[in-house]
T-cell receptor, first 113, second 111 residues
């Protein structure tokens, strides 16, 4: 199993550009989440999904959209990038069967200039 | 507001010494999870505690869940350079599928 994969690893955007961060998991986990990590702020939940077709907002959802058309994929869309969205983004998946242990992807380091 | 709080946020520890990091929640948690993130890496699950007063050990690491299920601690003995990293606690104040993470305890080990 590849676990949780994320692409790209690094990305530089100009203010106002849009892009999609990709996340995929091959563990058949029902739950998937997106976090952003900023220095001194820990991991903050952006959006999460409890299954295909179901998504909900987390702690910091503004400026981001998600969709979950399949169990495997959970892309995160930045609609109009802003410098405040410069961060490291982690995707994670979990399952009731594994007591909700979060499996994290390697992360995407995003810089918005 | 912040649901899960960690103290301290930073620690410098001499190699060979012991240290403890603490996690407190403003609400009762059904469980608490601990993660470790090495510099430049992603968080990796260490353990989950479920029962009130539960204590679990992993080699030099001892995890404890408070009696009221609102606090937890991680104690590391005989610190090694491999212990460097940031330790996060996380709990589900909103339901098991949605975790709230603390800000982490960044540990630097002095050889």
């Amino acid at each position: 199993n590849a676990g949780v994969t994320q692409t790209p690893k690094f990305q530089v955007l100009k203010t106002g550009q849009s892009m999609t961060l990709q996340c995929a998991q091959d563990m058949n986990h029902e739950y998937m989440s997106w976090y952003r990590q900023d220095p001194g702020m820990g991991l903050r939940l952006i959006h999460y999904s409890v299954g295909a077709g179901i998504t909900d907002q987390g702690e910091v959802p503004n400026g981001y959209n998600v969709s979950r058309s399949t169990t495997e994929d959970f892309p995160l869309r930045l609609l109009s990038a802003a410098p405040s969205q410069t961060s490291v983004y982690f995707c994670a998946s979990s399952s009731r069967d594994s007591t909700y242990e979060q499996y994290f992807g390697p992360g995407t380091r995003l810089t918005v200039t | 507001g912040q649901q899960v709080m960690q103290i301290p946020q930073y620690q410098h520890v001499q190699e060979g010494e012991d240290f403890t990091t603490y996690c407190n929640s403003s609400t009762t948690l059904s469980n608490i999870q601990w993660y470790k993130q090495r510099p430049g890496g992603h968080p990796v699950f260490l353990i989950q505690l479920v029962k009130s007063g539960e204590v679990k050990k992993q080699k030099r690491l001892t995890f404890q869940f408070g009696e009221a299920k609102k606090n937890s601690s991680l104690h590391i003995t005989a610190t090694q350079t491999t212990d460097v990293g940031t330790y996060f606690c996380a709990g589900p104040p909103y339901g098991n599928n949605r975790l709230a993470f603390g800000k982490g305890n960044q540990v630097v080990v002095i050889p």
